[in-house]
């Protein structure tokens, strides 16, 4: 099975400011690479696809980058509706998802 | 819109089975693999398996083979996860996700709500 870690695990920022997660897969997944962002309560929401592909409706802030076995995703300015948990899933091989950032409030 | 929609809470008691339902509308069913997700209190998001609503294909995560069924009714337009053996530590959300078709496997661009399963006795 494919392992997805994600760092840090938690991540404090305020609004802003640049802030960057990273994935890292246990082997090469090319850019099979999904970033999700889910609310307390909520269901995930899918901010990027293949890697650095933005879905449709999520702001140009985000971006998502890297290829192989390391992952990005960054925030350009982060916004107060922003400060979420944030998870990468793999979808190579199976589906495996990342521990989760959780992005809260300096 | 395009939406899945998934039943209500459930309780249940250790031993017993669940049965959660995933209704889609607003796409073509048949054109979208679904996929469930769990995820328990406080954690993360757990892959359990997916379901091809076209032709009943399925893939199960290692981890819940043989506790773990799913179907689906295409007059519905409803896909179904069944977990038996419950224990305590299943308590969790539930969450049903469609599956994107911009590559032949792709990320799951659309979710329901979750429901809620608790196991108590």
């Known amino acids: 099975d494919i392992q997805m870690t994600q760092s840090p695990s938690t991540l404090s920022a305020s609004v802003g400011d640049r802030v960057t997660i990273t994935c890292r897969a246990s082997?090469?997944?090319?850019?099979?690479l999904a970033w999700y962002q889910q609310k307390p309560g909520k269901a995930p929401k899918l901010l990027i696809y293949?890697?650095?592909a933005l879905q449709s409706g999520v702001p140009s802030r985000f971006s998502g980058s890297g290829s192989g076995t390391e992952f990005t995703l960054t925030i350009s300015s982060l916004q107060p509706d922003d400060f979420a948990t944030y998870y990468c899933q793999q979808y190579k091989s199976s589906r495996t998802f990342g521990q989760g950032t959780k992005v809260e409030i300096k | 819109q395009v939406q899945v929609v998934q039943s209500g809470a459930e309780v249940k008691t250790p031993g017993a089975s669940v049965k959660v339902s995933c209704k889609a509308s607003?796409?073509?069913?048949?054109?979208?693999?679904v996929h469930w997700v769990r995820q328990a209190p406080g954690q993360g998001l757990e892959w359990m398996g997916m379901?091809?609503?076209?032709?009943?294909?399925?893939v199960y995560a290692q981890k819940f083979q043989g506790r773990v069924t799913m179907t689906w009714d295409t007059s519905a337009s409803t896909v179904y996860l069944e977990l038996s053996r419950l224990r305590y530590d299943d308590s969790a959300v539930f969450f049903c996700a469609r599956e994107g078709i911009h590559d032949s496997d792709d990320a799951f661009d659309i979710w329901g709500q979750g429901t809620m399963v608790t196991v108590s006795s």
């Open positions: 293949r890697a650095s």
């Open positions: 379901i091809n609503p076209s032709d009943g294909y399925r």
């Open positions: 607003g796409y073509t069913f048949t054109r979208h693999y």
């Open positions: 082997q090469s997944i090319n850019i099979w």
